[in-house]
């Protein structure tokens, strides 16, 4: 599968403990995205790299997130102390950036969190 | 007023029916604009995506963006119960990031 991946799928959690995901792009791409989706609402920016660099960030994006892409190739983002608010579907995008034409976005299938 | 209005629906439409979803929005900057699906409980897949004003056609899919009206469309043909999904358009300034703005979505509901 050449796509993008995430993982985990699902992730339940209790309020105040910290939870990690894992996004692995689609090899060539150079850009990588995480969004925020809340049920009934579109996916909402978080932040962004290019390579290993994080270009941007949302005000969306708390003290308690926090993102890497260590050596330009998978993507981690980290919530601590995890909050009922925080409950989201999380996705991951890679595109190949830098040119309005060739930023088309392909997500991965999402990891939904749970935060009880 | 968010910067790109969808409306969630549901829509509701027999099979064989002509599908139009709409956009409207705000920024003038804008100038790419594409159309995302999403089935239940995953990832926005691709479906089309347009530069500035005009039709763009694929197979039973037709995009079509009004610049002057702000107001962006996607027309399916002979809908089919496989295309029930939500569909998302995102639109997209040149310079800089690029990061699309997301519509709300509209739920498609297509009943044999």
């Keep these: 599968?050449?796509?993008v991946s995430q993982d985990p799928r699902h992730k339940i959690t209790k309020r105040g403990q910290n939870v990690t995901?894992?996004?692995?792009p689609i090899s060539e791409h150079n850009r990588l995205y995480w969004y925020r989706q809340t049920l009934g609402q579109g996916p909402e920016f978080l932040t962004y790299?290019?390579?290993e660099a994080q270009?941007?960030?949302?005000r969306l994006l708390s003290d308690r997130f926090s993102a890497e892409r260590p050596k330009g190739s998978f993507s981690t983002l980290e919530i601590q102390r995890t909050e009922q608010g925080d409950s989201a579907?999380?996705?991951?995008?890679s595109s190949f950036g830098q040119s309005l034409a060739k930023n088309i976005q392909y997500f991965g299938a999402g990891t939904r969190l749970s935060v009880l | 007023q968010k910067e790109v209005e969808q409306d969630p629906g549901p829509l509701s439409v027999p099979e064989g029916a002509i599908v139009s979803l709409n956009c409207?929005?705000?920024n003038s900057a804008f100038q790419y604009f594409m159309w995302y699906r999403q089935y239940s409980r995953k990832g926005p897949e691709l479906l089309m995506y347009t530069y500035s004003s005009g039709n763009k056609e694929d197979g039973r899919f037709t995009a079509q963006v009004d610049k002057s009206s702000k107001y962006i469309s996607l027309f399916i043909r002979d809908s089919q119960p496989s295309d029930s999904a939500t569909?998302?358009?995102a639109m997209s300034s040149s310079g800089g990031s690029y990061i699309p703005?997301?519509?709300r979505g509209t739920s498609l509901i297509v009943h044999p």
């Design chain 1, 55 to 58: 270009l941007e960030k949302s």
């Design chain 1, 89 to 93: 579907m999380y996705l991951c995008a």
């Design chain 2, 24 to 26: 409207t929005y705000s």
């Design chain 1, 1 to 3: 599968d050449t796509g």
């Design chain 1, 49 to 51: 790299f290019q390579n």
């Design chain 2, 87 to 89: 569909y998302l358009c």
């Design chain 1, 21 to 24: 995901f894992r996004c692995d």
């Design chain 2, 101 to 103: 703005t997301f519509g």
